[in-house]
């Protein structure tokens, strides 16, 4: 879909007039595509304190081909390239005191950042600080981090990876699809690793190879790009979707050279056909069994609480929520069909965090969502698998194109990129959460909303 | 000695919802719906790219220029381009023979998979321009001279611009096929009353399988069409004994649009294979095709009715398998009109009948009727020809496969033109 206003904006008389009537300038995004280097340029690493994690950054940029400038006074080279990311170790941090040498060391280095730049913070988690002066310094670069993305520009982005004590190992993944343009639209977030349950290699060009992937609501919007994410790296796409939209649906499983398969996930035996259907076919060329579970079908009945009527809040919470506990829930019963690295991902909202005038169902069901995300990512670290949930913000798709033009265009821009995402970049995070590396990120909310005023 | 031979499986099926004559797919042409329901029978079992051993399917109203209409739509589809094709045509018989032929076929050991289906448009159906234009034209073409060209345009009368416009009609006796169905109605003493409950069930028995998800891997909605557009849930006998007799003559007239289908567009296709290739596919086997039997009568000086066929091929089917016809837990006889089912099943239990036309010693008997066509048939869903067969034998090996290991199902078939075309599979 056409964002009209950001190709005005970054054409030669659009950007003459946006400056001169101080029009907000929303920036071409890197995007992630095959092939890609990590990273169009150097990355500079740099630590606060005597953080932990420098070597391993350092070790893991090198790895993925990416120079590093390591900077050992915090003016840094003036000279030279401008580096693509700016990464601060920040953990070790005993005291406020310390966040003196992250100013002196972020300052000077992201102001010589490209555009379509990352800066990521890893710091130790607040709530496993021994003293208060301790958590007040880490807590404090939750505040830094958030401030650093809304103050960039050139479709850069800020966030903030907390890495307990144990969980390094966990670090690549996360690392890996903040610095790639997998996050072009995730700006301003936070994720907690935890120590992997079980560390794995994958091919980053196909990290999905041989995976078998169930994505419901995938005939069209966001379902159909996370199936042709998932697709383009590697897995076979089980697309999921109502029976009545199963032209689109069988258009979108040829495309991607998968498999289509018509249910309604709201039927009373719909959790049983989709077991049975796994069962029954041998995807992929393996036994019986799913990789990877997207729910993604969703539906939206907005009215104001006072005259909503029980069928729109019961249809809501039906599709939105309670499918996603019946469908997982059959999964989880289903005798090993469930593979034991398995990766759940639940595509919640930005509503469900930060509510939304006439969606009290809507923004129920999505907060729900997160709900049964954090409580069941014990159980799945139990059986070696993840559950997480992505919550997009204000997404480009075929349904926000009916919106009048006004409300489109705010809504687009009420965020620190001043520009709408791409539904390929909510099905890149889900892809990132899907991989074999990312067993270390789980009961996570994944916010894809470059990040929105609403709710941060 | 002969090569052991096997039997085919059937895997799964595919069909767009059929639709009433020149509404929702005025504008598709048989290739246009026979590529979407390959791509759909492609999307549901992951066959992009894959070379099949050959799909055979046909149409009963082709345009010239479809010569190779099922090698066109397979090129057009997202199978591979190396997967050879033919035309089949044998009337409304023409889905169910293209899955005998596929299914013969891997029995012998010949195919590993195929796709057998039909197609037909009564919409887009061809025009031909009429015998007496067509002899000028000829004679236009064949002149050496420009005088002689302009003698024989000048024998153009304004009647000779008119199209020939296909009828629904049997070439030897100018009859229609309704009023065929209505002779063998009359004969066999086929009343209104049991002529609409039949129509009603099947209306009624297809909006239940929809309703409860049956179709749901069997149909994939098409320009915008998600079920048969024919189909009437709140069908009554109230409603169909209002409508007049349309075939028939007279007080005793009983055939109404309510029980003979309407004329429909619509396309099938149903995916066969051998156990093991299914199995190395990772895909189901719902059924097997087990045996199949054609009959044709002489309706034109013979006395027999035009669709009695099926009623004539279903004992030599049955004997050659050492059935009775009680052995079945599902049939499925087409539905071309309602007086057809019922003038079958008539016959099958008419001893006299089955003596002296059939020539066997007792008669087939009565049939539990609960257990026909408990889906629906065409009355409901309509019945564009060639995607007649297709949609039985998917539906049938569904239900079979639903009832559990062991289960046997008979398809029975009239066709135009005196034939008749039946099948036993079992689960
Ligand atoms: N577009 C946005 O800006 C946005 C923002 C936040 C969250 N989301 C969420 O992202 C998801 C996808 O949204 P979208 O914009 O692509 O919407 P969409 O309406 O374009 O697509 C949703 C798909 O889900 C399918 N679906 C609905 N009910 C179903 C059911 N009962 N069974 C099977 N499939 C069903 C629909 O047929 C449709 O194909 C939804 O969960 C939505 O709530 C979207």
Redesign the pocket.
């Known amino acids: 879909m056409n964002d009209w206003y950001r190709n005005f904006a970054n054409s030669g008389v659009g950007t003459t007039i946006t400056r001169q009537l101080g029009l907000p300038r929303p920036a071409v995004l890197r995007r992630y595509e095959p092939g890609q280097p990590l990273l169009p340029g150097p990355a500079v690493v740099g630590s606060a304190a005597a953080g932990r994690l420098a070597d391993r950054l350092t070790a893991l940029l090198q790895d993925a081909g990416v120079p590093v400038q390591s900077l050992g006074t915090a003016d840094g080279p003036e000279d030279g390239e401008r580096p693509a990311a700016v990464l601060l170790d920040a953990t070790g941090l005993t005291g406020p005191a310390d966040l003196a040498g992250v100013h002196a060391f972020l300052a000077p280095a992201v102001k010589r950042l490209r555009p379509s730049g990352r800066v990521l913070v890893l710091a130790d988690p607040p709530a496993e600080a021994a003293t208060p002066a301790q958590a007040a310094a880490r807590q404090a670069l939750d505040g830094l981090v958030r401030s650093v993305a809304k103050e960039l520009r050139g479709g850069s982005t800020a966030n903030l990876v907390l890495v307990p004590a144990g969980a390094e190992e966990a670090l690549a993944a996360p690392v890996r699809f903040f610095l790639s343009g997998r996050s072009a639209y995730v700006d301003g977030q936070q994720v907690t690793v935890s120590a992997p349950v079980a560390p794995a290699v994958q091919d980053e060009e196909r990290p999905l190879t041989g995976k078998v992937a169930v994505v419901?609501?995938?005939?069209?919007?966001?379902?159909a790009a996370i199936a042709r994410v998932l697709a383009r790296d590697g897995a076979h796409v089980v697309a999921?979707?109502?029976p009545a939209?199963g032209q689109a649906l069988a258009g979108i499983a040829n495309e991607v050279g998968g498999a289509a398969l018509q249910?309604?996930?709201?039927a009373a035996d719909a959790a049983s056909r989709l077991v049975e259907h796994l069962r029954e076919r041998r995807y992929a060329g393996v036994g019986p069994g799913v990789d990877i579970v997207v729910h993604?079908?969703?539906?939206?009945r907005d009215k104001l609480l006072v005259n909503m009527d029980a069928d729109r809040w019961n249809t809501v919470m039906t599709?939105?929520l309670q499918?996603q506990l019946d469908l997982t829930q059959a999964l989880l019963d289903a005798d090993g069909l469930l593979r034991p690295a398995a990766r759940v991902v639940c595509?919640s909202?930005?509503?469900g965090i930060a509510g939304n005038r006439g969606q009290t169902n809507y923004a129920a069901s999505?907060a729900g969502v997160i709900g049964m995300v954090r409580a069941w990512a014990p159980e799945f670290a139990g059986r070696g698998a993840t559950i997480n949930a992505v919550?997009?913000?204000?997404?480009v798709?075929?349904?926000?194109a009916s919106m009048p033009v006004g409300t489109r265009e705010v809504g687009a821009r009420l965020n620190s990129l001043q520009q709408g995402g791409l539904?390929v970049d909510?099905a890149e995070t889900i892809a990132w959460l899907a991989q074999p590396a990312s067993g270390g990120v789980n009961g996570q909310v994944v916010r894809v909303c470059g990040q929105s005023l609403l709710g941060a | 000695m002969a090569a052991p031979t096997r039997k085919a499986a059937i895997v799964g099926g595919n069909r767009i919802p059929f639709a009433r004559s020149n509404s929702r797919y005025a504008r598709a042409s048989n290739q246009d719906m026979l590529t979407a329901t390959l791509d759909g029978l492609v999307a549901r079992f992951g066959l992009q790219d894959e070379r099949l051993g050959e799909v055979a399917a046909g149409a009963v109203l082709k345009h010239a220029r479809d010569f190779n209409l099922t090698r066109e739509s397979v090129l057009g589809s997202r199978l591979a381009a190396s997967t050879p094709a033919y035309d089949v045509q044998q009337a409304c018989g023409t889905g169910l023979e293209a899955a005998i032929l596929v299914a013969n076929k891997i029995a012998l050991g010949q195919l590993e998979s195929g796709i057998a289906g039909g197609v037909d448009t009564t919409s887009d159906a061809p025009m031909a321009i009429n015998e007496d234009m067509r002899r000028v034209l000829l004679a236009v073409n064949s002149a050496k001279t420009v005088q002689q060209r302009l003698k024989a345009l000048a024998g153009i009368r304004p009647g000779q611009l008119l199209p020939e416009v296909p009828r629904n009609a049997e070439p030897r006796t100018g009859l229609s096929m309704g009023e065929h169905a209505a002779i063998t109605a009359a004969e066999w003493e086929i009343g209104r009353e049991e002529q609409d409950e039949l129509a009603v069930a099947s209306h009624r028995n297809l909006a239940a399988a929809y309703d409860r998800g049956f179709f749901d891997d069997l149909v994939t909605p098409y320009l915008g069409l998600a079920r048969d557009q024919n189909l009437r849930p709140d069908s009554s006998p109230e409603k169909l004994a209002t409508l007049q007799p349309v075939f028939g003559k007279g007080e005793g007239a009983t055939m109404t649009a309510g029980n003979s289908t309407p004329l429909t567009d619509g396309a099938s296709a149903v995916l066969l294979g051998s156990d093991e290739w299914a199995a190395a596919k990772g895909l189901p086997v719902l059924a097997h095709l087990v045996d199949a039997q054609t009959a044709a009568v002489d309706y034109v000086h013979g006395g027999e009715g035009l669709l009695m066929a099926p009623v004539h091929a279903v004992p030599v089917l049955l004997a050659r398998n050492g059935l009775t016809l009680q052995d079945f837990d599902f049939y499925e006889v087409h539905e071309a009109f309602a007086s057809t089912v019922l003038a079958t099943l008539k016959a099958w239990e008419d001893p006299a009948y089955c003596k002296d036309t059939l020539g066997l010693d007792t008669p087939l008997g009565a049939i539990d009727r609960s257990k026909l066509n408990v889906n629906g048939s065409s009355l409901a869903a309509g019945h564009p020809f060639a995607a007649t067969g297709g949609r039985i034998v998917a539906t049938l090996a569904k239900l079979l496969h639903e009832a559990g290991p062991g289960k046997r199902g008979l398809i029975s078939i009239c066709a135009a033109g005196g034939q008749g075309v039946v099948a036993i599979l079992e689960s």
Do not use: W, Y
């Open positions: 419901t609501g995938a005939a069209r919007g966001i379902g999921v979707d109502v939209a249910l309604d996930i709201t993604n079908a969703g539906i939206t599709v939105n499918a595509v909202s930005q509503s999505k919550a997009p913000g204000f997404i798709t075929e349904m926000t539904p909510v």
